[in-house]
């Protein structure tokens, strides 16, 4: 199961993109913390992306999950530095299983302290892109456009995508 946190949601939705997890193995859902977030706040503010993510969760690309109290979750909620949509991800992601999507990395060294697996937005793509969902070139314009709109990745993170999206061209 793949757990999305609000940046992946908001990015792929940004440039168009958000019906890709349709095509992962898995179910993919979303925390009601962070639905509320990106869908409810963001429709109040008119963002166009909230829309979106909203339309994918009516075409069943999406499942909102309620995330009930447990301990890990308690924990995680005393961190100041998590919101409290970071932690309903990385909560329901441990105690299901799942694969929580985010790509700020304080909320991935968390999850790496709390033993929670984790996969940024790149991965996403260049998954689908080595799966044939899309091609390589379709993935880089992905990759582009979300760095167009403000999606924040390090350069060498940016070099590594572009060489491992070029490796499955070839």
């Known amino acids: 199961m793949w757990v999305f946190d609000a940046t992946p949601l908001i990015y792929l939705a940004k440039v ?33 992306d909230a829309r979106r993510v909203e339309c994918a969760v009516d075409d069943g690309v999406f499942e909102i999950v309620e995330v009930v109290e447990t301990e890990l979750l308690s924990r995680l ?10 932690a309903a991800v990385l909560a329901y992601a441990g105690r299901n299983d799942g694969v929580a ?52 990745c390090a350069p060498d993170v940016y070099a590594r995508i572009v060489r491992k999206l070029e490796s499955l061209a070839d």
Do not use: F, K
Request: with cysteine.
């Open 101 to 152: 999507v985010m790509d700020e990395t304080y909320g991935r060294d968390v999850a790496a302290t709390e033993g929670i697996e984790t996969r940024g937005t790149a991965y996403l793509i260049l998954l689908l892109a080595s799966r044939g969902v899309i091609s390589p070139d379709a993935a880089r314009t992905v990759i582009d456009e979300m760095v167009d709109a403000g999606w924040y």
């Open 77 to 86: 909620r005393e961190n100041q530095n998590l919101s409290d949509a970071d």
């Open 16 to 48: 168009d993109r958000i019906a890709l997890p349709d095509h992962l193995d898995e179910p993919c859902v979303i925390p009601e913390p962070v639905y509320c977030e990106v869908v409810e706040a963001g429709i109040e503010q008119d963002y166009p």
